[in-house]
């Protein structure tokens, strides 16, 4: 299998200046440089700069995919929109971690299949996971939540480890959430019973009604300073950071009107997708038997019909086949092979297979000189 390895990078926030995309060229002639983006791939070589650096200095997500099993995600977010503190609590090993440069908190996903990719095709999946950052920049915490997951499967946590808060909306992941839980392999159980905690996704939207009660609370100058904001500056964060208020006010309230749910283990979490596991294979297993039950049904049916259509011509269809023998054609021979195995069949019926056998063992001494025609009958198991 050949070495594949591709890289790509992309700048959401602003564009990358002259001077940066000089000094990306000169990590290698051959990648496609925009002002938005870096890409490459390799079937020999290396990537020669260094993906944390380029994380931290120029970009704001970065995909890579290695045939050998490896995928990595990072996505960068201002930290007035997603804290380290928060971050962190959804890590814990090499599957999800999280550090802060210059005001940048920087994620990284990493899984890892030891049995690698026979074929895989980095250009376009980038585009399908670019959402989750979004989702992050809005308080959305799934994507956090999958890669505490990727973690727990990876065996990276103990068993005794609690679960980190559980949110919203995991039974009912967006496209890009779905496509990032693929691209980490979380494995389907575990994130089923991880679900079960999770609130739905309705529960938890906005309300006019709930937003305009707290932006009244708020003091007329700040939001005319938010106005000033929205209008001069053309601050495009600005929504985002108001929702992320709105929020933290309304997780202050529920906290005081709904008692904390139970945190469940990283051991229980295992056992559940365990058992899972089991039941769900218990239930495909028996559909794959009711299914061959009624295929098996259906070709009974159908033979029966066959023979009823051939009972009270045996005859006949003796002396086809010492027709199709006497062809000495490769074809004939397995359409007389065929005809034999529907005279055996009728013979059995009619419990008269004493008759059968007899006459086959004629045609078997008559044409014991066609070595390929009595390889049929072998195979056929009629001799």
């Known amino acids: 299998m050949s070495e594949y390895q591709y890289y790509e990078f992309q700048a959401i926030d602003r564009p990358l200046t002259d001077g940066e995309m000089r000094t990306l060229r000169s990590y290698s002639t051959r990648a496609t440089i925009t002002r938005t983006s ?14 944390d650096a380029w994380m931290e200095k120029y970009f704001d997500a970065f995909l890579y995919l290695a045939n050998w099993g490896t995928h990595v995600l990072k996505l960068r977010l201002p930290a007035r929109l997603l804290a380290l503190e928060r971050a962190q609590e959804y890590g814990g090993g090499a599957g999800a971690g999280a550090w802060e440069k210059d005001g940048k908190v920087i994620l990284s996903f990493v899984s890892e299949d030891e049995e690698g990719d026979d074929w895989v095709e980095g250009e376009g999946r980038l585009g399908s996971l670019i959402g989750v950052r979004a ?9 956090l939540y999958l890669g505490w997951l990727l973690c727990v499967q990876g065996g990276e946590l103990d068993d005794e ?3 980190p808060p559980v949110p919203p909306g995991l039974r009912q992941l967006s496209a890009s959430l779905a496509s990032f839980s693929e691209f980490l392999r979380i494995d389907e159980d575990l994130l089923h019973v991880a679900a079960r905690a999770s609130a739905a996704a309705e529960e938890w939207r906005l309300s006019h009604e709930e937003v305009r009660g707290w932006l009244a609370g708020l003091p007329t100058g700040e939001k005319d300073d938010m106005l000033v904001r929205l209008i001069v500056e053309e601050d495009s964060t600005l929504a985002v950071e108001l929702l992320h208020r709105f929020l933290e006010h309304r997780n202050r309230v529920n906290s005081r009107s709904v008692a904390p749910a139970a945190r469940r283990t990283v051991g229980e979490l295992l056992q559940a997708a365990q058992t899972r596991t089991e039941e769900r294979r218990q239930i495909e297993a028996k559909k794959r038997a009711e299914e061959a039950a009624r295929r098996a049904r259906e070709v009974a049916l159908a033979r029966a019909k066959h023979l009823d259509a051939l009972a009270g011509r045996e005859q006949e269809l003796w002396a086809r086949i010492d027709s199709l023998i006497g062809t000495k054609q490769p074809k004939s021979y397995d359409e007389a092979v065929s005809v034999l195995l529907d005279l055996r069949d009728l013979a059995r019926r009619e419990e008269n297979d004493r008759e059968f056998r007899m006459k086959l063992e004629a045609i078997y001494v008559a044409h014991a000189r066609k070595p390929s025609f009595l390889e049929r009958l072998r195979k056929a198991g009629l001799i």
């Open 38 to 51: 870096f890409v490459n791939d390799y079937s020999w070589g290396a990537f020669k700069g260094n993906e």
């Open 135 to 143: 989702e992050l920049a809005r308080g959305d915490l799934r994507a």
């Open 161 to 163: 480890d609690p679960e």
